[in-house]
């Protein structure tokens, strides 16, 4: 066995996972630049959970916040995984999109507006389908719009990952921040297993799924931009790097053809190997993008 | 959890929970808070199966953090 070794700087940290979604918001921000919109007081809550026996939230478990980062404006949306698995509802969608719009209209005036995302999210809340499927759609379209005048970063650091819909928001971000606790996916482990069976995915197999949808896999894939420490600092700077550095040449998601041939080649016949997918990334490809 | 100042000389308290039967013991927990702060405020709890001891340190909290 190998002898423990004790890190100063990995004890003294801060954990970004153990902090709450508005402290999660607030520590990214120059520090007393920031102010909560649409808060807790203004008790902007879901109407549909009570009528199926489930206690809201007065913020519905979305958090915004506005201020600068790096002393450029931003807005940074966070949701709160303890609550109902961070969902997506009918209210905390349109949090959200309002604020991606809000943010969209200060840019074409001229005020340039970045938006980050803490995604801690199952995807859609299962109490709110419809409504939470078309506040994705939303979501999606109102990144894409925003991502034409500043970058849209996404962060997910864990426990919960980020997961279904959401996924995709993830997905046509500018910049996308895992750490190694994080998982990114479609669908979760224990959806696939339900669906397609144990011998395709064990969703108690824990190692298993974080090195198929973990953050370092995904990282190694090309899915994430930057794979950071569960360290406040360390994200708070590398949120700071990217809203500096603008919006990127090209977006992820417009790379189709790209990630369609990456996709045809994969030999979907057997379990994929966790090693294998790392050298998914062609650096050829890469390199003549 | 939601503490606000209240209008009046008095406190009042809105408990709501997807757990049902636990009165006699929201009761106890809020007799134990108020036995320990008298502040004329108005406290609404939304409870998602929180046990008696986390609901009385997440009041505490919000007073500590009221009298900042």
Known sequence: ???????????????????????????????????????????????????????????????????????????????????????????????????????????????????????????VRLQEANLGLAAVAEIISSIIA???????????????????????????????????????????????????????????????????V???????????DALVDDDAEKIAKTVRDFVAKGIPTVHRSELVDLYRSRIAALDTARQLNPQELHSWVNEKEEKEL | MLLEPADDAAASVRVRTSADGFKPTWKAVLDRFFSQYDGAARIEINDAGGTPGAVLLRLQQAVEASER
């Open chain 1, 1 to 123: 066995m190998s002898n423990p070794v004790f890190s100063r700087e990995y004890l003294q940290r801060t954990s970004f996972i153990e902090l709450s979604a508005r402290d999660r918001a607030k520590c990214l921000f120059d520090s007393g630049t920031e102010r909560e919109l649409a808060g807790p007081f203004d008790r902007i809550e879901s109407p549909w959970l009570a009528i199926q026996g489930v206690t809201p939230q007065a913020d519905d478990g979305c958090v915004v916040m506005r201020g600068k980062i790096g002393g450029r404006q931003a807005v940074v949306i966070a949701f709160a995984g303890p609550f109902q698995g961070g969902g997506i509802g009918e209210v905390s969608g349109a949090k959200l999109t309002a604020a991606l719009d809000l943010a969209c209209i200060d840019n074409e005036r001229g005020i340039n507006t970045s938006a980050v995302l803490l995604l801690e999210t199952g995807g």
């Open chain 1, 146 to 212: 925003l991502r034409r005048y500043a970058p849209v970063i996404s962060v997910t650091a864990g426990p919960v990952g980020c997961f279904g819909g959401m996924s995709l928001a993830a997905g046509v971000s500018s910049y996308v921040v895992l750490t190694r606790e994080a998982r990114l996916g479609l669908n979760g482990p224990e959806v696939i297993e339900e669906e397609s069976g144990v011998e395709e995915f064990d969703a108690s197999d824990r190692s298993l799924i974080w090195a198929i």
């Open chain 1, 214 to 224: 973990g953050g370092e896999q995904r990282y190694h894939q090309g899915l994430a």
